[in-house]
């Protein structure tokens, strides 16, 4: 295990609203479902043509219900295509996960991966490897320097951050959004015991090319989703009292 943490004293930072969004997997069944509604309605409207129809709009429906038909081949296609990478991806992540993390049994499985580096609070440098996220544990794997791990029930607060343009590379700086407008990346994860963990420089998974906005929307969406399932985080922010005032910018 490696100490990628750094201490911190004073107030924990409100934790951020719920994020509001889908993941890979929602989009895709939001996108199947959008498509079978169009099929429904368009043999709905098909089955309301009366038969007295002209030729010539009977030749015009003909022709559109061919290109509605191509389109829905297309459409269907690509969701089918995008599940297949998504089932790879999650299989890919899990062989990963269990092969770093053997301890954590032959049926431990990721919710979500991304490549980035960490900081390492002990060699005072920053660490390439790969964020996994499951449904107990947030854990970092590097090939070189190691691997470490954190219960969400450990968690305090999830926070998007900016690193900023430093005169030493090998130092960097993170500053806290000040507004949600402001374009983050890096994750600031607040624990128990003064602990601080921070990821930075995100990539997206090795199979789904993505975005970098993307990347960094669904790891603070799985994030959060986790952090939440495992933890009332309301009653926590009530039962302590070295949280930090909510930021109203947020719109708490």
């Known amino acids: 295990m490696i100490t990628a943490y750094e201490d911190f004293d004073?107030?924990?930072?409100?934790?951020?609203?719920?994020?509001?969004?889908?993941?890979?997997?929602?989009?895709?069944?939001?996108e199947k479902a959008e498509?079978?509604?169009?099929?429904?309605?368009?043999?709905?409207?098909q089955s309301m043509?009366?038969?007295?129809?002209?030729?010539?709009?009977?030749?015009?429906?003909?022709a559109g219900d061919i290109m509605f038909k191509l389109t829905d081949a297309i459409s269907e296609i690509g969701t089918v295509f995008q599940e297949k990478r998504l089932n790879l991806e999650s299989e890919s992540s899990?062989?990963?996960?269990?092969?770093?993390?053997?301890?954590?049994?032959?049926?431990?499985?990721?919710?979500?991966?991304?490549?980035?580096?960490a900081w390492n609070a002990r060699s005072q440098r920053?660490?390439?490897?790969?964020?996994m996220l499951t449904e107990d544990r947030l854990l970092f794997h590097s090939e070189h320097s190691g691997h470490f791990s954190a219960s969400w029930d450990t968690v305090l607060s999830l926070q998007k951050a900016v690193e900023?343009?430093?005169e030493d590379p090998c130092r960097p700086y993170f500053l806290p959004i000040p507004s949600p407008n402001v374009a983050w990346d890096?994750?600031?994860?607040?624990?128990?015991?003064g602990r601080l963990y921070q990821f930075f420089r995100i990539r997206g998974g090795p199979l789904l090319r993505m975005k970098?906005?993307?990347?960094?929307?669904?790891?603070?969406?799985?994030?959060?989703?986790?952090?939440?399932?495992?933890?009332?985080?309301?009653?926590?922010?009530?039962?302590?009292?070295?949280?930090?005032?909510?930021?109203?910018?947020?719109?708490?």
């Open 10 to 30: 004073g107030a924990v930072p409100y934790p951020l609203p719920v994020e509001a969004g889908e993941s890979l997997g929602e989009e895709l069944q939001r």
């Open 94 to 117: 899990s062989k990963d996960l269990r092969n770093a993390f053997p301890d954590l049994g032959s049926d431990a499985s990721a919710v979500y991966t991304c490549r980035c580096s």
């Open 164 to 166: 900023l343009p430093v």
């Open 35 to 45: 498509l079978e509604n169009r099929r429904e309605q368009r043999e709905y409207t």
């Open 126 to 131: 920053a660490m390439s490897g790969t964020l």
């Open 212 to 252: 970098h906005e993307k990347s960094l929307q669904l790891l603070f969406l799985h994030s959060d989703r986790m952090w939440r399932q495992r933890v009332d985080v309301d009653r926590l922010v009530a039962e302590r009292s070295d949280y930090a005032a909510k930021n109203r910018l947020f719109n708490y």
């Open 186 to 193: 890096t994750l600031q994860v607040y624990c128990l015991r």
């Open 49 to 62: 043509k009366q038969p007295t129809e002209k030729v010539s709009e009977k030749v015009q429906d003909a």
